[in-house]
Structure formats: C-alpha cells, structure tokens
C-alpha cells in the first residue's frame, strides 16, 4: 500500500510542473513585462532551453521592425525559457512565422487586471472546495474505519491499528488507502 501512495504522490508532482509551452502564463508575467502601445506590442516566446544562445542571437533579425535588446527572460522551467520581445505592432504577425520557422513558440497573452484578480479568485475558490472535498472525504473514510475495519481500541485483532490516509492527485481526482499501523 506504500507504494500505491508513493506513486500517486510522484504523479501529482508531475503534474504540478506544467511546462511553458501550455501553461497559464497569467502568474509569470507582471505589468511592467509587457508593453502595448498604439505603434509597439510585446510578444511572449517560448524557447527550448537548448536554443536559448540562438534565440538571444537571433530574436532581433527575424524581421527589420523588433526593438534590438528588448528581450528578457521571465522564466525557465526544465524545458523551456520564456522570453519578451518588443516590436512594431504591424510587424507582429510576420514576427511570429519567422520564429515559428526557427523553432520558437511566440504564445498569445493579454494581459488585463481584472482577468487577474479574476483568476486570483477563482483559484482561492478552488482551493477552499479542495479542503471542503478533503475534509468530507476524510470524515466519511474514518466513519468506514469506525463501522467496518478491525481497530485494537475497537476490539479487533492483532493490534494492526488501521490508519486511513487521503490521497489527492492535481487532477482533482480523490483515493483513499487503508494501510496497517505497522508498516
């Protein structure tokens, strides 16, 4: 059964790392990161990590109209760096064939205060369900231990002691694993 929890435990780990290519980004980037005017417009790539020397080389050339040394590294995660990119807004969409072409992911991102405080709200929201769906869980599977599994306190056998532990992935989904006191 230790095993059970460990694996579910490493899948919920890897899930809780979402790599920038599909990732919200709304966390990553901060007001002052982006840029929109009625001439000028900043883009979000996603660069491999291994092409992040050819990305800082190259980002200025791809097309006549990019603002040189206007990129910046936001974040990095095991695959990927996010980098900023300053431009004419007419030259956006050419912008992003060329580095497309290069093997770069230029991501659509808008970036507005409310949708933040919006999402801000929806994941507290989520989180306070999350601990309500725990604790329900949690309630009803010591409830099971009471009525149906052997307890030394409730006259069972050998001492064995059931210990009930709640297991949650990232995904939402809830287990529940009856383990023995004992190992």
Known sequence: MRSVMEGNKEKGAEREIRSL??????????????IITEHLTTLLAIVPKYSQKDWLS???????????????????????????VTLFSHDAD????????R????????YN????????QELEKLMQDQETLRNSLCNGAMQL?????????????????????????????????VTSGDG
């Open 103 to 110: 093997g770069f992911q230029i991501r659509d991102f808008e």
């Open 21 to 34: 290519a599909v990732c919200d980004l709304s966390n990553l980037v901060k007001p002052q990161d982006i």
């Open 58 to 84: 190259s980002y200025k050339t791809l097309t006549a109209y990019v603002v040189p040394r206007s990129s910046m590294k936001l974040h990095e995660d095991n695959e990927y760096a996010l980098y900023t």
């Open 145 to 177: 231990r009471g009525d149906h599994l052997p307890s030394p306190i409730a006259g069972g056998d050998g001492g064995f002691g059931c210990i009930c532990q709640v297991v949650m992935e990232c995904g939402g989904g809830f287990g529940v694993v």
């Open 113 to 120: 205060s409310e949708t933040q405080e919006s999402r801000k």
């Open 94 to 101: 050419n912008f992003r064939t060329k580095a497309r072409d």
